[in-house]
């Protein structure tokens, strides 16, 4: 199975800070690569997919980038509407596997 | 609008089985494969199975396989998780949600919630 390791686990940042969540994979995943975000209590949130690529009404301040198999989300400038946990998902190969979580929380 | 309603959650005892249904709208169903994803209590994410537009082709997570069934109804624009031999370890929110092509999701489900406990 492909291991996703995500860091921080958690993180504690201000409104209009950037913000970095780095995801590494045990193996190559050609970039297939998710991002999800999820308030608590609620359901999962599509943000990105093919490690770059913004499903439609994800706000610009987003961004995905690749290198190898280390994969980072970006926010460029937080939101209060940001705060939440992040999880990545490889999808290149079964069993798909989703890192640990990256949990953003207010200064 | 893209809409999956799950139902079918609920208290089990181990060892009982429990059917789990995702009903869907806003797209054409048949067009999709489709997923279900479950969450423990407190913890991260973890994928259970797929299925392919068709039915044709099933995935599943090696903790489930043999225990679960996913199968869809494209008549009905349902889909549907059979889990048999529930253990407390599958005590979980089940999601279902949407693939674009055959594993990249875009639409979630609210998720159903299934306990498992004596």
């Known amino acids: 199975d492909i291991q996703m390791t995500q860091s921080p686990s958690s993180l504690s940042a201000s409104v209009g800070d950037r913000v970095t969540i780095t995801c590494r994979a045990s193996q190559d995943i050609n970039n297939y690569l998710a991002w999800f975000q999820q308030k608590p209590g609620t359901a999962p949130k599509s943000l990105i997919y093919g490690s770059s690529s913004l499903h439609s009404g994800v706000p610009s301040r987003f961004s995905g980038t690749a290198s190898g198999t280390d994969f980072t989300l970006t926010i460029s400038s937080l939101q209060p509407e940001d705060f939440a946990t992040y999880y990545c998902?490889?999808?290149?190969?079964?069993?798909?596997?989703f890192g640990g979580g990256s949990k953003v929380e207010i200064k | 609008e893209v809409q999956l309603v799950e139902s079918g959650g609920g208290l089990v005892q181990p060892g009982e089985s429990l059917r789990l249904s995702c009903a869907a709208s806003g797209f054409i169903f048949s067009s999709y494969w489709m997923t279900w994803v479950r969450q423990a209590p407190g913890k991260g994410l973890e994928w259970v199975a797929n299925?392919?537009?068709?039915?044709?082709?099933?995935y599943y997570v090696d903790s489930v396989r043999g225990r679960f069934t996913i199968s869809r109804d494209n008549t009905e624009n349902s889909l549907y998780l059979q889990m048999s031999s529930l253990r407390a370890e599958d005590t979980a929110v089940y999601y279902c949600?949407?693939?674009?092509?055959?594993?990249?999701?875009?639409?979630w489900g609210q998720g159903t919630l299934v306990t498992v406990s004596s």
């Open positions: 949600a949407r693939d674009v092509g055959e594993a990249m999701t875009d639409y």
């Open positions: 998902q490889q999808y290149h190969s079964y069993p798909l596997t």
């Open positions: 299925i392919k537009d068709d039915g044709g082709e099933k």
